[in-house]
Nanobody, 118 residues
């Protein structure tokens, strides 16, 4: 089992910045993928960004150049970060942390609200 605990999020003005973090603990192995998804009201959940243990990354076109994903690792846990810059109202959503294990089992965080509004 993997436990995911998210932090960050909140209210920010358009053009502002915000950071999210998600700590993964439990049955953590060296091969994994961690990322962020988001879901706006009335819309399907969509990929924001992911990063694999091998270092490959992928971003949604809508966030390229504005968001940066990174991962830190220590013996007990992995932490995935999402730095969000130049935020737009359309970035408003609940953001979910995602962990995919080496056996392709998937885990989700509890979600954190990001609201971009003046």
């Amino acid at each position: 089992q993997v436990q995911l605990v998210e932090s960050g999020g909140g209210l920010v003005q358009p053009g502002g910045s915000l950071g999210l973090s998600c700590a993964a603990s439990g049955s953590i192995f060296s091969i994994y993928t961690m990322g962020w998804y988001r879901q706006a009201p009335g819309k399907q959940r969509e990929l924001v960004a992911y990063r694999s243990s091998g270092g490959s990354t992928n971003y949604a076109d809508s966030v390229k150049g504005r968001f940066t994903i990174s991962i830190s690792r220590d013996n007990a846990k992995n932490t995935v970060y999402l730095q969000m810059n130049s935020l737009k109202p359309e970035d408003t959503a609940v953001y979910y942390c995602n962990y995919i294990s080496h056996t392709a089992r998937q885990y989700w965080g509890q979600g954190t609200q990001v609201t971009v509004s003046s």
